[in-house]
């Protein structure tokens, strides 16, 4: 009599599906960068949570208390440019009276922006950097078929480390409607 097989259950994988929604706009702190963001970016981002840190250090003995926010990169000229010529401005979230931001790492300079939103839409995508091509094109058609066109740049919100096991990363872009 053969060995009874056990059933294996597929483990389902629920695929995140993009959205327009409204955002408001909201205070950065900045840094701009060019290059192959796998070097650039080592180089930039102290000086980024340098400034954003030691702001929100200073302000807490005054009472004022921030969530700085999940870092986001906006991507410009990435689908025009090769990888090593990009343009990458990242960004961490601010209190909207920031002034003036402490200057941390020496010729790297954090300026403050206002990041304008309005009408988005945005993805969830799963999985390493390398492989967000399919889900970038997914938006770009929902983004099409619901009958906007982009009126931004390519941004992402990096809701994880680089290094988690499973990385998650908001694909994001400014949208309008499309003219009749």
């Given at each position: 009599?053969?060995?009874?097989?056990?059933?294996?259950?597929?483990?389902?994988v629920s695929v995140p599906e993009p959205e327009i929604l409204e955002m408001k706009s909201q205070k950065m702190a900045v840094v701009h960068s060019k290059g192959n963001p796998n070097r650039v970016l080592r180089k930039v981002l102290?000086?980024?949570?340098?400034?954003?840190?030691?702001?929100?250090?200073?302000?807490?003995?005054?009472?004022?208390?921030?969530?700085?926010?999940?870092?986001?990169?906006?991507?410009?000229?990435?689908?025009?440019?090769?990888?090593?010529?990009?343009?990458?401005?990242?960004?961490?979230?601010?209190?909207?009276?920031?002034?003036?931001?402490?200057?941390?790492?020496?010729?790297?300079?954090?300026?403050?922006?206002?990041?304008?939103?309005?009408?988005?839409?945005?993805?969830?995508?799963?999985?390493?950097?390398?492989?967000?091509?399919?889900?970038?094109?997914?938006?770009?058609?929902?983004?099409?078929?619901?009958?906007?066109?982009?009126?931004?740049?390519?941004?992402?919100?990096?809701?994880?480390?680089?290094?988690?096991?499973?990385?998650?990363?908001?694909?994001?872009?400014?949208?309008?409607?499309?003219?009749?």
């Open positions: 009599m053969p060995s009874p097989r056990k059933s294996r259950k597929t483990k389902r102290p000086a980024l949570y340098g400034s954003v840190f030691t702001l929100k250090f200073d302000l807490k003995p005054k009472g004022i208390a921030f969530k700085g926010g999940g870092l986001r990169g906006r991507w410009p000229d990435a689908n025009l440019l090769p990888k090593d010529q990009w343009t990458g401005i990242l960004g961490l979230s601010v209190p909207a009276d920031t002034a003036s931001l402490p200057q941390k790492v020496p010729h790297m300079q954090v300026k403050h922006e206002t990041w304008e939103y309005g009408t988005v839409a945005q993805i969830l995508h799963i999985g390493p950097f390398k492989m967000e091509g399919p889900t970038v094109k997914r938006l770009h058609q929902f983004i099409a078929d619901s009958g906007y066109e982009i009126a931004g740049v390519h941004e992402e919100e990096y809701l994880t480390s680089p290094r988690a096991k499973a990385q998650k990363t908001l694909i994001r872009y400014s949208v309008k409607k499309k003219a009749a």
